[in-house]
């Protein structure tokens, strides 16, 4: 069982994060976190479900875009989710420290005027991602899946499947 310091410190830190960003904040009663950093730009918004927790530098950008992390997840040490239009993390997820999720690219060919390409990632219930791994723009992945450490992920990931790169 976490301190009750910890419970306290969060619901504190929650509320102030509800005030701050009026409205486009929201997270269930009960979270355990450790170092949360929010950013929410422009019409951004995060919205959390109860129980999550992280180990420690959880760092959320809501970049105009729209952050959603259901009940149950698990976030290790130094995870980032950064979103300019839709990041959706289903409930029960775990994740391995060094995450990262980006639902965006830099437009380096200048296609158009916008800085940014994006499209949707999406991350069903009940999910277990390794250490260091990237979760790119487009990618879809079903429930009950296994992504091993290291990994790279941009496509379609079906339900039940494990990935695993081999260097």
Known sequence: MR?????????????????RFSGRFSAGAVQTFD????????????????????????????DGGRIEIGDHCFFNTGCCVTSTESVRIGNGCKFG?????????????????????SSPVVIGDDCWVG??????????????CVIGAGSVVKGQVSDGSMVIQKR
């Open 97 to 117: 420290n060094n995450l990262v999720i980006v639902d965006h690219d830099h437009n380096f060919r200048k296609e158009g005027d916008k800085e940014f390409i």
């Open 35 to 62: 170092r949360l950093k929010v950013e929410i730009h422009g019409k951004g918004s995060v919205k959390m479900g109860n129980f999550n927790q992280n180990r420690g530098n959880l760092y959320l950008v809501a």
């Open 131 to 144: 250490a260091n791994v990237t979760i790119l723009r487009g990618t879809t992945i079903g429930k009950n």
């Open 3 to 19: 301190s009750p310091f910890l419970y306290l410190k969060n619901v504190i830190g929650i509320g102030l994060k509800k005030i």
